[in-house]
């Protein structure tokens, strides 16, 4: 799996929180891949209402690629959901 965790440092620096923060998942195509990464997100933002987001398979139907983006309070939750995100089965790259 691809993506790298940006560090505290970086975020609080480039971002002025609360904020939309934009992730993107993409990972092997299966009857719930997007669910469960919207399940991984809403852990940590501790709601069960979905976050704003938006999915689409590709053309070869190998993989699905979902883009969320909840308003977040810190860097440090924003970390929490890039790690969230990276331990859901099937995932293959993050941004």
Do not use: W
């Amino acid at each position: 799996m691809t993506g790298q965790v940006p560090s505290i440092e970086l975020l609080e620096s480039t971002h002025k929180f609360p904020c939309v923060f934009t992730f993107k998942a993409i990972g092997l195509t299966s009857n719930d891949f997007v669910d469960r990464v919207l399940a991984a997100v809403k852990h940590e933002l501790k709601t069960d209402v979905d976050p704003p987001y938006s999915s689409r398979v590709t053309a070869g139907v190998k993989h699905t690629s979902v883009t969320i983006e909840p308003t977040v309070t810190s860097a440090e939750q924003v970390i929490a959901i890039y790690h969230s995100i990276h331990a859901v089965e099937g995932i293959v790259m993050m941004m």
